[in-house]
């Protein structure tokens, strides 16, 4: 079984700085896809950015990057120019091709972004 | 755009009653996932459907059960609520075609169950 954790409770960033969120994961599996979701107060989940574990290329989407490790087990999510509207609740997310396609979700990170 | 809607966004219910929650998407998704979210355990799955009338266990199933009669509509159903179930529930689905790589989740707003 895959296991994600989030180390980080909460956090917060001034406006118009970087903040690096932190994800690790185990398994032993070595086809597997990795997940940033963004939830904010109206609680709609949102997809941030995904990254294919064979690829060693980082994912980037807009002010979004992450820092993927492969041999460490690491998937951290990098936010770029920091805006109000990217205070919101942030799960790391890890998908096992080979063992139906189903979601494994660490347990969160509250971000909030200061003026 | 993809439009999930539960029924419900809060809910209080007493322990012990029948309790339905209801999930609908308008974009004939065949995929449609229950999760549970609760502070620092992030999203845990409760049961999916693959089409309708299919079901499958999740992660955390006990004392909960399903129903897909029609493609757009996915229920939870707990049979007698108790107050550890007190807690966020997320409605989620997506398309059969591909993974969940290129087909991702889209989810609903989510319905805030208290159980006293």
């Known amino acids: 079984a895959q296991t994600v954790t989030q180390s980080q409770p909460e956090m917060s960033v001034q406006e118009a700085e970087t903040v690096t969120l932190s994800c690790t994961y185990d398994?032993?599996?070595?086809?597997?896809?990795l997940f940033w979701y963004k939830q904010p107060p109206s609680r709609q989940m949102i997809l941030v950015i995904r990254q294919e574990a064979y690829k060693q290329q980082n994912a980037t989407e807009n002010r979004f990057s992450v820092n993927f490790q492969k041999a460490a087990k690491s998937f951290s999510l990098k936010i770029s120019d920091s805006q109000l509207g990217d205070t919101a609740m942030y799960f790391c997310a890890f998908l096992n091709i080979n063992a139906g396609n189903m979601l494994t979700f660490g347990g969160g990170t509250r971000l909030m972004v200061k003026p | 755009d993809v439009k999930v809607t539960q029924s419900s966004r809060y809910l209080v219910k007493r322990t012990g009653e029948k309790v339905f929650l209801e999930c609908v998407q308008d974009m004939d998704h065949e995929n449609m996932f229950w999760y549970r979210q609760d502070p620092g355990l992030g999203l845990r799955l409760i049961y999916f459907?693959?089409?309708?009338?299919?079901?499958e266990k999740g992660d955390i199933p006990e004392g909960y059960s399903v129903s897909r009669e029609k493609k757009e509509r996915f229920s939870l159903i707990l049979e007698s609520a108790s107050t550890n179930q007190t807690s966020m529930y997320l409605c989620?689905?997506?398309?059969?075609?591909?993974?969940?790589?290129?087909?991702?989740?889209?989810f609903g707003n989510g319905t805030r169950l208290t159980v006293t």
């Open positions: 989620a689905s997506r398309s059969l075609g591909g993974d969940l790589y290129n087909s991702p989740l889209h």
């Open positions: 459907s693959y089409d309708v009338k299919m079901k």
């Open positions: 398994t032993s599996e070595n086809n597997y896809y």
